[in-house]
Protein backbone atom coordinates (compact mmCIF):
# COMPACT_ATOMS: atom_id res chain seq x y z
CA UNK A 1 0.00 0.00 0.00
CA UNK A 2 1.35 3.42 -0.76
CA UNK A 3 2.50 5.57 2.37
CA UNK A 4 1.44 9.10 1.68
CA UNK A 5 2.98 11.67 4.24
CA UNK A 6 1.13 15.17 4.09
CA UNK A 7 3.30 18.16 5.10
CA UNK A 8 1.73 20.56 7.77
CA UNK A 9 0.18 22.85 4.77
CA UNK A 10 -1.95 20.04 3.36
CA UNK A 11 -2.50 19.03 6.51
CA UNK A 12 -4.16 22.09 8.06
CA UNK A 13 -5.87 22.22 4.34
CA UNK A 14 -8.25 19.47 5.46
CA UNK A 15 -10.22 21.68 7.82
CA UNK A 16 -8.69 24.95 6.48
CA UNK A 17 -9.98 24.39 3.48
CA UNK A 18 -8.11 27.41 2.33
CA UNK A 19 -6.26 25.94 -1.03
CA UNK A 20 -7.10 26.48 -4.49
CA UNK A 21 -10.01 24.29 -5.90
CA UNK A 22 -7.45 21.92 -7.71
CA UNK A 23 -5.77 21.37 -4.99
CA UNK A 24 -9.14 21.15 -2.04
CA UNK A 25 -10.62 18.19 -4.80
CA UNK A 26 -7.44 16.27 -5.05
CA UNK A 27 -7.11 16.07 -1.18
CA UNK A 28 -10.40 14.97 -0.89
CA UNK A 29 -9.94 12.01 -3.35
CA UNK A 30 -6.95 11.23 -1.70
CA UNK A 31 -9.02 11.42 2.09
CA UNK A 32 -11.59 8.96 0.19
CA UNK A 33 -8.81 6.78 -0.93
CA UNK A 34 -7.64 6.61 2.35
CA UNK A 35 -11.03 5.85 3.82
CA UNK A 36 -11.39 3.03 1.23
CA UNK A 37 -7.89 0.99 2.80
CA UNK A 38 -6.32 1.80 -1.21
CA UNK A 39 -3.55 4.43 0.23
CA UNK A 40 -2.38 5.33 4.04
CA UNK A 41 -2.23 8.87 4.60
CA UNK A 42 -0.32 10.25 7.72
CA UNK A 43 1.81 12.93 8.97
CA UNK A 44 4.17 13.00 12.03
CA UNK A 45 3.31 14.97 15.54
CA UNK A 46 5.29 18.14 14.15
CA UNK A 47 2.03 18.84 12.55
CA UNK A 48 -0.16 19.51 15.75
CA UNK A 49 2.91 20.92 17.58
CA UNK A 50 3.09 23.79 14.52
CA UNK A 51 -0.88 24.25 14.59
CA UNK A 52 -0.35 24.54 18.40
CA UNK A 53 1.62 27.89 17.81
CA UNK A 54 -1.96 29.20 16.09
CA UNK A 55 -3.89 31.54 18.41
CA UNK A 56 -5.72 29.25 20.19
CA UNK A 57 -8.82 29.80 18.92
CA UNK A 58 -8.06 28.30 16.08
CA UNK A 59 -6.22 25.51 17.11
CA UNK A 60 -9.38 22.66 17.42
CA UNK A 61 -10.45 23.50 14.27
CA UNK A 62 -6.41 23.16 12.23
CA UNK A 63 -6.29 19.35 14.50
CA UNK A 64 -9.50 18.08 12.92
CA UNK A 65 -8.59 16.95 9.62
CA UNK A 66 -5.94 15.37 11.84
CA UNK A 67 -8.03 12.35 13.31
CA UNK A 68 -8.01 10.59 9.78
CA UNK A 69 -4.51 10.44 9.46
CA UNK A 70 -1.55 8.25 10.61
CA UNK A 71 0.68 9.64 13.16
CA UNK A 72 4.46 8.41 12.17
CA UNK A 73 5.30 5.97 14.54
CA UNK A 74 9.20 6.76 14.81
CA UNK A 75 9.46 10.54 15.44
CA UNK A 76 11.82 10.82 18.71
CA UNK A 77 14.78 9.12 19.71
CA UNK A 78 15.79 8.07 23.67
CA UNK A 79 19.74 9.37 24.15
CA UNK A 80 19.69 7.78 27.41
CA UNK A 81 18.52 8.64 31.07
CA UNK A 82 19.26 11.26 33.79
CA UNK A 83 18.89 9.70 37.74
CA UNK A 84 18.65 10.98 40.45
CA UNK A 85 18.45 9.28 43.76
CA UNK A 86 18.74 10.61 47.22
CA UNK A 87 19.74 9.39 51.14
CA UNK A 88 16.34 8.11 51.48
CA UNK A 89 16.30 5.89 49.01
CA UNK A 90 14.18 8.44 46.33
CA UNK A 91 14.81 8.08 42.70
CA UNK A 92 13.80 10.24 39.78
CA UNK A 93 14.84 9.00 36.60
CA UNK A 94 13.80 11.14 33.38
CA UNK A 95 14.31 9.83 29.64
CA UNK A 96 16.82 12.67 27.60
CA UNK A 97 14.84 12.36 24.15
CA UNK A 98 15.21 14.43 20.86
CA UNK A 99 13.20 15.04 17.82
CA UNK A 100 15.73 14.31 15.53
CA UNK A 101 15.67 11.05 14.39
CA UNK A 102 18.34 11.58 11.63
CA UNK A 103 21.48 13.76 12.41
CA UNK A 104 22.88 13.60 9.49
CA UNK A 105 19.48 14.00 7.12
CA UNK A 106 18.07 16.76 9.30
CA UNK A 107 21.57 18.51 8.55
CA UNK A 108 21.16 17.98 5.37
CA UNK A 109 17.83 19.15 4.87
CA UNK A 110 18.89 22.28 6.53
CA UNK A 111 21.95 22.94 4.39
CA UNK A 112 19.59 22.14 1.19
CA UNK A 113 17.89 25.45 1.91
CA UNK A 114 14.85 23.94 4.35
CA UNK A 115 13.29 25.60 7.08
CA UNK A 116 13.64 23.43 10.59
CA UNK A 117 10.18 22.89 10.58
CA UNK A 118 10.06 21.86 7.07
CA UNK A 119 13.24 19.64 7.29
CA UNK A 120 11.76 17.74 10.38
CA UNK A 121 8.89 16.63 8.50
CA UNK A 122 10.67 15.44 5.65
CA UNK A 123 13.16 13.76 8.18
CA UNK A 124 9.74 11.99 9.58
CA UNK A 125 8.68 11.04 6.35
CA UNK A 126 11.87 9.07 5.13
CA UNK A 127 12.66 7.30 8.40
CA UNK A 128 9.00 6.31 8.78
CA UNK A 129 9.37 4.85 5.01
CA UNK A 130 6.94 6.87 3.37
CA UNK A 131 6.89 6.99 -0.63
CA UNK A 132 5.20 10.02 -1.25
CA UNK A 133 5.79 13.83 0.20
CA UNK A 134 2.56 16.14 -0.38
CA UNK A 135 2.79 19.33 -0.07
CA UNK A 136 1.95 23.00 -1.29
CA UNK A 137 5.38 24.80 0.05
CA UNK A 138 6.98 26.83 -2.42
CA UNK A 139 10.38 26.70 -0.14
CA UNK A 140 9.78 22.61 -0.80
CA UNK A 141 8.35 22.18 -4.35
CA UNK A 142 11.19 24.74 -5.73
CA UNK A 143 14.08 22.34 -4.25
CA UNK A 144 12.10 18.92 -4.73
CA UNK A 145 14.89 18.17 -7.64
CA UNK A 146 17.65 18.41 -5.05
CA UNK A 147 15.80 16.98 -2.19
CA UNK A 148 14.58 13.98 -3.98
CA UNK A 149 17.94 13.27 -5.45
CA UNK A 150 20.20 13.99 -2.79
CA UNK A 151 18.19 13.80 0.51
CA UNK A 152 15.39 11.22 -0.47
CA UNK A 153 15.95 9.05 -3.02
CA UNK A 154 13.06 6.82 -1.84
CA UNK A 155 10.28 9.34 -2.01
CA UNK A 156 8.59 11.71 -4.60
CA UNK A 157 7.97 15.24 -3.64
CA UNK A 158 4.68 16.30 -4.89
CA UNK A 159 1.59 18.30 -4.40
CA UNK A 160 -1.57 16.43 -3.67
CA UNK A 161 -3.05 17.18 -6.94
CA UNK A 162 0.04 15.55 -8.84
CA UNK A 163 -0.42 12.35 -6.96
CA UNK A 164 -4.30 12.51 -7.63
CA UNK A 165 -3.42 12.80 -10.95
CA UNK A 166 -0.98 10.21 -11.07
CA UNK A 167 -3.56 8.04 -9.18
CA UNK A 168 -6.45 8.95 -11.36
CA UNK A 169 -4.25 7.84 -14.69
CA UNK A 170 -3.30 4.60 -13.07
CA UNK A 171 -6.50 3.43 -12.19
CA UNK A 172 -8.09 5.01 -15.35
CA UNK A 173 -10.69 6.46 -12.87
CA UNK A 174 -11.20 10.09 -12.13
CA UNK A 175 -12.13 9.90 -8.55
CA UNK A 176 -8.90 8.69 -7.76
CA UNK A 177 -7.86 4.62 -6.62
CA UNK A 178 -11.03 2.75 -5.32
CA UNK A 179 -10.91 -0.25 -6.90
CA UNK A 180 -6.90 -1.16 -7.35
CA UNK A 181 -4.87 -1.03 -4.33
CA UNK A 182 -1.80 0.89 -4.67
CA UNK A 183 1.74 -1.51 -3.76
CA UNK A 184 5.17 -0.10 -2.47
CA UNK A 185 6.44 0.86 -5.65
CA UNK A 186 3.72 3.09 -6.71
CA UNK A 187 0.37 2.24 -8.48
CA UNK A 188 -0.03 -1.40 -9.49
Not at 133 to 156: H, K, Q, W
Amino acid sequence: MLKVYLENDVASAISRRDFDMDELRAIDLLLEANRSGNLALGTSRQSPREMERAPSQHQANLKTGLSELDLAKDDHKVLGFHTQTDQYGGCISNPLVTDIVDGQMYEDLLAAGLKTDDAKHLMYAVHNGYQRFLTCDNGILSRRAVLEDYCCPSMRIQRPSELAAELSDATGCQAGPTERTIGPGGPG
